[in-house]
């Protein structure tokens, strides 16, 4: 009864809508006018929506680069002082024997305070010596040193050389410092600033291309501080993580999506891994901290103990990425090989993982990046230090570049400002270029079924 | 194949200098020695055959944490401190096997409130400093203990502008915190009636009521990194800083020291000891380790030396107070005899 009730309605309501789809739409009536409108007016304000979102996202990124570049590309450059510098056979060979050994160790230093005392000679108390041969780098002694080791036949000469200059000269001449505020406020007093006027008109200042900034390690000089111990620190580790990162989560993705049985216990180890991601990262210091340090004894500061320690944060960045190149494979692919005979191993190894391999890199490049922008954890283990040395190894105390910029950001000096900004823009350089490179490989081996 | 080959060679190069017995000094500890700490470890390593030493910014007691572990190479053989070891620590060490501990005393440093030189400059007691900062404070009428509840510095005093209570300082994790409540607050907090009274009725609050800092947006903590503060006090006139007199000493020319008691944060002034925020800085030495850790003594040497941390020395050029000569003279007795600690 009730059936035959709604197949009647049914009915009823059919009629009325094929009625109505038989009468002709009056395009040009104001309603359907007003309605075209209101839905282009829709379509333009999302549109508006979308490059507002992006609009704000690259000003975010504008200020973020300006305010790191226009102070940081400034460190790019040092300040030189030129001075005329008498290779004093007296101090530097006295028996003239020309042995290497007794060139080395010669005092180099008074040699550069010789001629600034030789350049300003109405220069006599003790304090104001002081503050003259601040004019000069401390590590200039050791640029002449080696000058002189390569090329023995300077001593007893004359030459004008340019010098390495210290850094509140260096702040002054890339004006940092302020010479018309008063004296008492600022780092230099007026005669010093009167000493590098007088240097300035003698055409003997200079600003150069700054190389030992990518050459040198760490210094607690500014203007001989660089960032090459860290940049081959974070290569050790990173060689680390991704030599125990990479083999462990591409098996496991293998195993779990290939091979795994898909019950109870492989769901629970799928969720831990989805968790694990989203740990925070100075967990994993402090387990690294835990088993490597108090448990396998591996030595602090290590590339070694940061790399075992950032493979397992990136662990589960691979899996995920793998495990999702893998399950993109059709599985046409996989039965076409089983069909020709070919055995599971077989099928993954050289079907399966060579068409997922492009997703697989991806994921990895990008743990990578996350590993080489990571200090929390790295805190715990002791790579948070104040190391000169490059590194010879992964055993070597080491440090990483965002640990640099991170004790650099926290020194007193003024000149450390602007070398925190540049190591911050060589940070990004290399995050850019791996990121770009992820990009590249994707772009280049991705296949479309 | 090749691919093997390329993998291992990779890994014995980055394996390459193998785990043989350290040489190389290994150092923890304080942040506020620790610019004063790679200041001589470079000059060590550049001036003489050793590597130069590592060094770690943990925190004082972090630092001392680390060291008294135990002896042997994978334990540090010195830690800086901003504060003297105490007791219980001195005990922890004894325990793992550390007895001998030579102390040596590095020189002083400033604790400075400052703002910034376009701002007055503010002339401050430590009860004044007190009021603005403690979290209980006594009431109007001086006879019972509330929040505090000053907004401003001329409602403590009406000498003081008129603006708001905002001062910036490190958290209780640091060293300088530590310090700068005990050399202030709690030395200002027993010249209120109130709260000297409580000395003898309830210790524990009255350790309470000295140490609390207020939670209420008066105090912000801004983490361990100076030059932030230093940078906040440039944008933002009204705040004041709290954190060590180097930083105050490079930036000279944007910030300016307030006066506690009448005296101003100078190189001088802390020097003599008329300042009344200054402490004394210290690094612990391992004794067992000197002899087996190549260049123990040599550091010892360098640091003490009148080139790094005499009147005139390199560690004065970067903000550390130098003690007088025969302080110094004592000092580097001790240090290069090696006469341990004895509490």
Redesign the interface.
Known sequence: MTDMASLMEDRAAAKVISDNLRKPVDWDSPKIARNIKKRYAAERRFKIYGLVAIGIALLALCMLATSIGSKGYSAFYQTYVQLEVHFDPAVIDPDGTGDPAVIGRANFDGLIKQSLRDRFPDVTSR?DK?DLYGIVSGGAS?DLRERVLENPSLIGQTRTIWLISGDDFDMLNKGY??PT?AE????LNDQEVSWYNDLVEAGAVEKQFHTRFFTSGD???PELAGIWGAAVGSF?TL??TL?LSFPIGVLAAVYLEEFAPKNRFTQIVEVNINNLAAVPSIVFGLLGLEVY?NVM?L???A??VGGLTLALMTLPTIIIASRAAIKAVPPSIRQAALGLGASPVQTVTHHVLPLAMPGILTGTIIGMAQALGETAPLLMI?M??????I???????ATVLPVQIY?W??????AF?EKTSAAIMVLLAFLVLMNGLAVYLRKKFERKW | MKKTLAVAALMSVAFAGAAEARDQIRIVGSSTVFPFATAVAEEFGKTTSFKTPVIESTGSGGGLKLFCAGVGEQHPDITNASRRIKKSEVEKCAENGISEVTEVKVGYDGIVLSNSNAAPQLDLTKEQIFLALAKTVPSKDGQSLVDNFYTTWSEIDPSLPDVKIEVLGPPPTSGTRDAFTELVLEEACEEFPVIAALEETNKDQFKAVCAGVREDGGYVEAGENDNLIVQKLEANHDALGIFGFSFLDQNGDKLQGSLIGGVAPTFEAISAGDYPVSRSLYFYVKNAHVGTIPGIKEYLAEFTAEKAFGEEGYLADRGLIPMDAAEREAVRNAAMNLSPLSM
């Open positions: 304090s002081r050791y410092i302020d505020v008492g406020d600022r780092r210094s607690r000089e050790y060689l680390v030599a340090l004894h030595p602090r500061s590339p070694v002791g948070v230090a104040f190391i000169v040395d590194p010879g190894g992964a055993l070597d105390p004790l950001a926290d020194s007193p000096e003024r400002v």
